[in-house]
């Protein structure tokens, strides 16, 4: 009770102030659902390395975009639109893995009307979790025709595209998607969107380095290793403290670990920690 009183407490203090350094600004930038759901895709697609390089590329990305990237997607046209995305780079990702990505989204669209009609193609409700809704949404969305793009019909395997669509099944803990999903399936809230009518119950903790060192600290998993199963560890964990919204306090947990500098041993940083004494530092300053 006291983690989560606390946990509570930093939402409630903190929690919109914590946008102005993450992805999920961009999404928020936009009035319509449609904007939000492709922004919101892309923009967690590319939500891996430093959040400052990160914001500046989805900057330049968007920037590309001025018709929304729901009407950019939906008409994209490779040998139209591809120029469009020349000289765009973040990290090991171009602008020609962005623009076969688009395509794919596009293809979503028109099989199903949305990403969440797609992806609802694979979901059992009953499920406990969404880690074979997942497992399905990657399987299909990399068995699309891509050829209009890359000129074959599939992506070779080492396509740097294939990085967009990580699976449960192969072990990874997939938390780019994972973290879509916490955007779009939580309720509105002032940070994410409330976009898909999922139950909040049934998604999986975006497990970063962050989360997993936190976690670790504060004893909701032994595991050294990041992955699925970690995953699905820290999430029965976030559980204990909401059952029915277990990734409610996803966002505060992250940013503790980005915004206080936590390193996992004691330092100066324990001092303002909002969970010092929780954890197995047991903060001594």
């Known amino acids: 009770m006291e983690l989560k009183e606390t946990l509570d407490q930093v939402l409630a203090s903190r929690g919109r102030d914590f946008l102005a350094n993450d992805p999920l600004d961009f999404p928020r930038r936009y009035a319509s659902a449609a904007d939000r759901e ?16 990160i914001r500046n590329n989805l900057r330049d990305l968007f920037r590309r975009m001025p018709e929304g990237p729901a009407a950019f997607v939906r008409n994209f046209d490779p040998s139209r639109d591809l120029s469009r995305l020349e000289g765009f780079r ?5 602008g020609a893995d962005v623009g076969c990505l688009c395509f794919m989204l596009r293809g979503m669209i028109e099989e199903a009307g949305s990403l969440e009609g797609f992806f609802r193609l694979g979901d059992d409700p009953a499920a406990a979790d969404i880690g074979d809704a997942l497992n399905s949404f990657c399987r299909r969305a990399l068995a699309l025709d891509v050829s209009a793009v890359v000129g074959r019909r599939h992506l070779p395997p ?16 997939c938390k780019r998607l994972c973290m879509f999903l916490r955007w779009v399936c939580r309720p509105d809230d002032g940070i994410d969107l409330g976009l898909w009518t999922i139950a909040p119950a049934r998604l999986v903790v975006p497990l970063d380095t962050h989360i997993a060192r936190i976690s670790r600290l504060l004893g909701f998993t032994s595991r050294r290793s990041p992955g699925w199963k970690m995953a699905l560890e820290v999430t029965e964990a976030l559980r204990g403290l909401d059952a029915a919204d ?19 041993k004691e330092g100066r940083w324990c001092v303002e920690c909002a969970v010092r004494g929780m954890c197995e530092i047991k903060g001594k300053l």
Do not use: K, Q, W
């Not at 939500?47 to 400052?52: F, I, L, M, N, P």
């Not at 973040?90 to 171009?94: V, Y």
């Open 158 to 173: 080492d396509s740097t595209v294939r990085y967009f669509m990580p699976r449960p099944e192969a072990g990874s803990a």
């Open 90 to 94: 973040h990290r090991f990702n171009s």
């Open 246 to 264: 277990p990734l409610r306090y996803d966002f505060a947990l992250s940013h503790l670990g980005i915004s206080e500098g936590c390193t996992g």
């Open 38 to 53: 492709i922004a919101a895709f892309v923009s967690a697609a590319l939500a891996y390395g430093r959040v400052a390089i």
